[in-house]
């Protein structure tokens, strides 16, 4: 990596949260904080690792054979920016598109409420116990609304305040398998796969992690999530803290108590081989994080992801080995890794 790269960091960095991640390495491990700042310096420079990358992958217990395999900060946006053409990430990130191009996939049915006639909207909730309502362009959950439409006195309030929240996507409520509500009731427990589509445009699924909500959450992210094997459906590892700063790790889910590894997610091949095809609808989105839904009749994808996240693939927990991801990516793209990375 190059110097210019640690100066960036040097200088985008807020020392006040340097200082912070410093002295939580040296809290962990007793090592000299001159020590443990020298050393994030040079996984800055050798690794393009951001400082709470050093903290979150545990970096001060790895060797630099072990840190060279990670999928750092600078990495990831590189990896992104290669495999993706964000001129066609719209179509995913448009709620309303995505639903359209995927309808195949998502099991569901939806109204665009720009789109249709309050007599159609009116139509759609009556029939409906709970709505799930969407916003244009976010992810993860950001926005979201899960409506039970008997809380409104009339259809006109409803309505009134579906359009000045302004919701673009009015979608049925997903109900998931007993399996899913079994480990956490009050959110749709979904699975994140990534997938990526090698030189020739095959698919290839990089990694499963079931993803939990957490204390009265109505949604599952940055809650609780732990790895999934793709062939047994089998939770592989305790669950990590959605925030990967805490370092929180879990046994058992602690609102529902549910031993978590060894536990199996229903459908998780099927989820896998729905993923694989729908990662060839917009080829030139190459490298995705799907949102998978698991219902009592099957894997339904919820939304999917032109820009993923590097932190929860490559946690201390779930890496015994202490090996990244980078190794497994260059299985499939190894035209990423022609020359050094810059």
Request: charged share 25%; proline share 4%; hydrophobic share 35%.
């Amino acid at each position: 990596m190059a110097n210019k790269y640690t100066l960036k960091i040097l200088r985008n960095a807020s020392l006040d949260k340097m200082k912070s991640a410093v002295n939580t390495v040296h809290e962990r491990t007793g090592k000299s904080k001159n020590k443990i700042f020298l050393d994030m310096l040079h996984c800055a420079q050798k690794y393009g690792a951001g400082y709470y990358d050093y903290q979150i992958f545990a970096f001060y217990n790895l060797t630099e054979e072990q840190r060279a395999t990670y999928v750092t900060r600078l990495i990831s946006k590189k990896f992104n920016t290669f495999m993706n053409d964000y001129e066609y990430a719209h179509f995913l990130e448009n709620k309303d598109e995505f639903n359209e191009l995927y309808k195949d996939y998502i099991g569901r049915e939806f109204i665009r409420l720009q789109d249709a006639t309050k007599e159609e909207v009116e139509k759609f909730c009556s029939s409906r116990e709970y709505i799930f309502c969407k916003m244009q362009d976010l992810e993860c959950g950001h926005g979201c609304e899960r409506i039970k439409t008997a809380d409104y006195a009339s259809f006109d309030e409803l309505y009134r305040y579906l359009t000045e929240k302004g919701f673009c996507t009015i979608e049925d409520n997903i109900v998931q398998h007993p399996a899913l509500s079994k480990l956490y009731p009050n959110a749709v427990n979904s699975m994140r796969i990534i997938t990526v589509l090698d030189k020739n445009g095959e698919a290839h699924v990089l990694y499963i992690v079931q993803k939990m909500g957490l204390g009265g959450s109505i949604i599952d992210n940055n809650c609780l999530f732990t790895p999934v094997d793709p062939e047994t459906g089998k939770i592989l590892y305790p669950a990590h803290s959605g925030d990967t700063l805490k370092g929180i790790i879990y046994e058992e889910h602690p609102d529902t108590h549910v031993h978590l590894q060894g536990y199996t997610i229903p459908f998780v091949k099927e989820a896998v081989q729905m993923c694989l095809k729908a990662a060839k609808v917009v080829p030139q989105i190459r490298y995705v994080g799907w949102d998978v839904a698991t219902t009592p009749n099957g894997p339904a994808i919820i939304e999917g992801n032109t820009y993923c996240a590097h932190d929860f693939w490559q946690l201390p927990p779930h890496t015994p080995d202490g090996i990244g991801m980078l190794p497994k990516i260059k299985k499939y793209i190894p035209e990423f890794f022609e020359g050094k990375i810059k």
